[in-house]
């Protein structure tokens, strides 16, 4: 077992855990930098300072008090990317009011079981989201719930069935305001501040709560080992309704005085280029997917990106080939490359500055300080020794309280030592760094053979033709499992399955070469981009009858 809970791992700082709320992160960024730009939604030409920031959020939160809502109620925000989502956030945080993050893509059941299981008594909404009407089915949703009573709507103007933001704005009084500040004088970092609940690929999705010193003590390590500072703008495509967006992105960026960027409300590649280089951005964040869009967008090369400098990718596995191209064509040198969940607030392993080329492209970096990690026999529990994979273990300050309402969940994936088993297989290095092999329930097991579709992966993603490429198994009657592959190849190329077959042999040991490949357009994702292979197995086990 690697233990860094108090030792310092090669080239870090070790910032030290802090007592802090939310609140103190933004007090903090009013105090040294007031009128510095915090906030910078392109898509809605608007702009706040700290100051402006502040005082808003101030004001909403008052507006919360006199709906009715009180500390430890729970309200929700089910919304693309948008400065008022950051106004929420902190406003919420004032008052000891629980913020229920609802992926946009929900539709009218996920809503229903998420508001219902959390108890939400008001919602924040977008009007629409690509196609779908999020008012009718919030009001569908609150004419049937023992909790939802108000709805809060994106909108200046009124609107029948909700409170619209103009209306918000104008709800606080004097006395609200005051008990903002009681209120916010009362609030201890160990308070639950959010709950995110997960993607829901089997069943409904399971709330993870999240208090304020995990969030607050993940989002100033990451950024320290970023290295940071007042003078960055970071450009934030990812959505905020996951830890990406909402820890790495606006809590990171606040706790050094910089500034996030929204490109647009949903996630679009030229835009994203676009911005960077409109508003100078130093940094950018974004899962693989987001990367690979852009890198293979056809004006690509219309743009200069000579601001940028360093970002994350997290989210997926990283194909090497795909970092390469971000560090070389898109400028990004100091690109690191981050490991974590949700249930971890949410990143434990991260690349270093002075890691090596290989380090970054090869491995997720190591351990955050004050954290430990293992690697672990799954069926026995064992601590593995190094180079040998298993089941990567995490403990420490940025573990989850544990799944709302849910102790049984939790107790699966929280041992009675704290350890978070994350589900993942992984090997952990001489040097400190971790590899990530690929999910437990995606490894295949082909005729007793054991094989990571990452491995797979990575090769395809060698072939110049490819743009992206996942492989994943399905049950077979004869082999135990057959290996597939859907590949999407770059723009204006054309390539068969069979000759992506010629291609691994000589390459890829024969029972690693995928029995079907399947070129594909798109690939089934999350809001947040990750791919969902679950969806991409089901489509192939009915093909498959």
Same mark, same amino acid.
């Given at each position: ?8 791992? #090669? ?18 960024? @009013? ?28 004001? @909403? ?17 089910? #919304? ?60 569908? @949703?609150?004419?049937? #719930? ?89 450009? &934030? ?88 191209? @971000? ?71 940025? &573990? ?146």
């Amino acid at each position: 077992m690697l233990n860094h809970h108090l030792s310092i791992a #090669s080239g870090d700082t070790l910032p030290p855990l802090e007592n802090k709320c939310v609140n103190d992160i933004l007090a903090q960024a @009013v105090k040294n930098y007031p009128e510095h730009p915090a906030v910078i939604s392109v898509w809605q030409q608007r702009t706040l300072n700290f100051k402006e920031l502040d005082e808003l959020a101030k004001k @909403v939160a008052a507006s919360i008090l006199e709906s009715g809502i009180l500390p430890g109620d729970r309200v929700g925000i089910w #919304s693309a990317n948008r400065f008022e989502w950051v106004l929420v956030q902190f406003a919420v945080a004032k008052i000891g009011v629980i913020l229920v993050n609802i992926n946009p893509a929900y539709q009218l059941n996920e809503l229903k079981h998420v508001v219902e299981h959390s108890g939400c008594k008001a919602i924040f909404i977008n009007h629409f989201y690509r196609d779908k009407d999020c008012l009718d089915l919030a009001k569908q @949703v609150k004419e049937q #719930s023992q909790y939802l009573k108000s709805i809060f709507i994106f909108n200046d103007e009124p609107i029948d069935g909700a409170i619209s933001w103009g209306q918000l704005l104008e709800m606080s009084g004097s006395k609200s305001l005051a008990e903002v500040d009681r209120y916010t004088s009362a609030i201890t970092s160990d308070q639950l501040i959010s709950i995110q609940y997960t993607s829901g690929t089997t069943g409904n999705p399971k709330g993870a709560t999240l208090n304020h010193y995990n969030m607050v003590n993940n989002a100033i390590q990451i950024i320290s080992r970023l290295k940071l500072s007042a003078s960055d703008r970071i450009c &934030v495509p990812v959505p905020l309704f996951h830890c990406f967006g909402m820890v790495l992105g606006i809590l990171g960026a606040f706790s050094v005085g910089a500034a996030v960027v929204f490109p647009t409300e949903v996630f679009d590649p030229e835009s994203c280029l676009a911005t960077i280089d409109s508003e100078s951005c130093t940094t950018l964040y974004g899962v693989p997917m987001m990367f690979i869009a852009m890198l293979n967008h056809p004006k690509f090369d219309t743009f200069t990106l000579k601001s940028l400098r360093s970002g994350i990718m997290g989210g997926a596995p990283c194909p090497a080939e795909v970092l390469r191209a @971000v560090m070389d064509k898109m400028h990004a040198n100091e690109m690191s490359v981050a490991y974590g969940m949700t249930e971890t607030s949410p990143i434990s392993f991260q690349t270093r500055l002075d890691h090596s080329f290989d380090q970054r492209v090869e491995t997720v970096g190591s351990v955050l300080p004050h954290t430990q990690a293992k690697i672990v026999d799954p069926q026995t529990g064992e601590t593995l020794p190094l180079g040998t994979a298993g089941e990567l273990c995490i403990k420490g300050y940025l &573990v989850m309280p544990g799944y709302w309402q849910n102790p049984e969940a939790t107790a699966k994936v929280i041992d009675t030592d704290g350890w978070m088993h994350t589900g993942d297989l992984a090997i952990m290095l001489v040097d400190g760094c971790l590899s990530i092999v690929g999910r437990m329930k995606e490894m295949v097991i082909r005729a007793g053979e054991n094989i990571f579709p990452r491995e797979i992966e990575e090769f395809l993603h060698t072939i110049p033709q490819i743009a992206e490429a996942q492989v994943f198994g399905i049950p077979d009657e004869l082999y135990g499992e057959q290996l597939y592959a859907w590949v999407r190849v770059k723009n204006n190329v054309t390539m068969t399955p069979e000759q992506l077959k010629e291609v691994c042999k000589g390459n890829l040991a024969s029972f690693k070469i995928p029995k079907v490949f399947r070129i594909v357009n798109e690939f089934p994702t999350t809001a947040s981009g990750k791919v969902q292979k679950f969806r991409m197995r089901e489509i192939e086990m009915k093909r498959a009858g």
